[in-house]
């Protein structure tokens, strides 16, 4: 069979359901329900992305021009992740200070990743591309 077209909702569902849990696990039910959302571990953008490219990779092999297309593709995520992202998180935080006071809903500080949450998320990936293409 092939799942090309549903491993993208697959990586993002076990990653979400990941970091729920590792979330409800070190803050509590009702902080990780309010951490759901961009930043943490694993990285779902990178996991989105790495599912189907390791599942690419496993079936028909990393030199094919889709697994080049794919690379690209989760190179950018990593740089839009750990770079613009995490920026905008870091302004989100100084402009939560800055506002301290008024009567405004704070900005959501945790935008982007650690190098270690896109790394979790890429791992999370390759594991449930390989298991897709186990069962393939």
Known sequence: MV???????????????TKYTINTLRYGRSAAKQRVGNG???????????????????????NTPI????????????????????????????LNKLSQGEEQKALRESQGHTYFEVAGGI???TCIGAVFAALS
Not at 3 to 17: D, K, T
Request: hydrophobic content about 55%; cysteine-free; aromatic content about 12%.
């Open 3 to 17: 799942w090309y077209a549903i491993l993208p909702i697959v990586g993002w569902f076990v990653s979400g359901v």
């Open 40 to 62: 943490g571990f694993p990285s779902t953008h990178s996991t989105v992305v790495a599912t189907p490219l390791a599942y690419i990779g496993f079936v028909e092999g990393v």
């Open 67 to 94: 697994f080049s297309l794919g690379l690209a593709l989760l190179m950018i995520t990593v740089i839009d992740a750990t770079g613009i992202r995490r920026a905008l998180g870091e302004h989100a935080k100084r």
């Open 123 to 125: 791992v999370l990936g």
